[in-house]
């Protein structure tokens, strides 16, 4: 079977919008019907979330990677929520290294340009340690992908609780270190796993500017992003929640972007969806004005 052919990367200062999962007001549940969905509401990504493991067939992939193209809406793919690649247990992390392989081999099938998950817990150990042993692991995964001819970037995801591998600064770190891994930049994690601080124009600039400073400028025109509301407590994330109700100033997030010609994705988590999707991309584009 041929190679399948990718949604084009988004370029200078076109960010595409669009839903962590089918939106809500599909006819039907499925990724096809999402992906009609999401172009019918003027949004132009979608993320399939595979979070409770990786179940697709390839026929399946076909058609979603052929209405995808069809309508221009941009794919990434979320991994399920059972990996740990600092897990203790050498089967626990041997099923973490599987499930990122299944994740990239179904982006692959269905056109995605990415993917994501969160990679690993510290359990208590030296985050300098779990940093070797992270970085370890997804450089063995890029190589078995690479072997098989499978170029879909791997994006570790910003996390939402101090306890969690996957900070800003260990992902950038991460993404010098391993050839074609790349951060997957969740706003609103980083406001929660900060205990209510970044969360200001200055201090979204100060993000932006740290991946400019360590990937390129050019990783700005390419970006996979996370954002939603999000509740909190002194130990991180508690649950997602939609933007009004929220005290992450996303105004001020999507002023940081236009600001330096953002390119890429960026996916809504709120539970609402594609009512977020559209209210982050109609403010975005009076920006753009």
Known sequence: MSRPRRTAPAG???????TGGVPRSSPAPDAV????????????????????????QEASAARIRERAQALDVALTCHGP?????????????????????????????????????????????????????????LRGIVETLRDEGNTVQIRPELTGKPSQYGSLEELLRLSTEVPGVLPCIDFSHAHARSGGAQ???????????????????????????????IEYTPKGERRHLDLPAADLRYQELLRALAAVRAGGVLVCESPSLEEDALRMQRLYRTLKA
């Open 199 to 229: 969360n200001s124009a200055a201090e979204f600039e100060e993000m932006l500017s740290q991946v400019r400073a360590a990937l390129g400028a050019e990783a700005l025109l390419d970006l996979h992003l996370h954002v939603s509301g």
């Open 81 to 137: 929520y059972y990996i740990n690649l600092n897990a203790a247990e050498p089967e626990k992390r041997q099923a973490s290294r599987r499930r990122i392989l299944e994740t990239a081999r179904a982006a692959q099938l269905v056109g995605a340009r990415s993917i994501t998950f969160h990679a690993a817990f510290y359990l208590g150990q030296d985050p300098e340690a779990v940093h070797r042993t992270v970085r370890e692991e």
């Open 12 to 18: 200078q200062g076109s960010l595409r919008f669009g």
């Open 33 to 56: 019907s999402g992906v009609e969905t999401v172009a019918a509401l003027g949004l132009s990504a979608m993320e399939l979330e595979f979070v409770q493991g990786v179940r697709l």
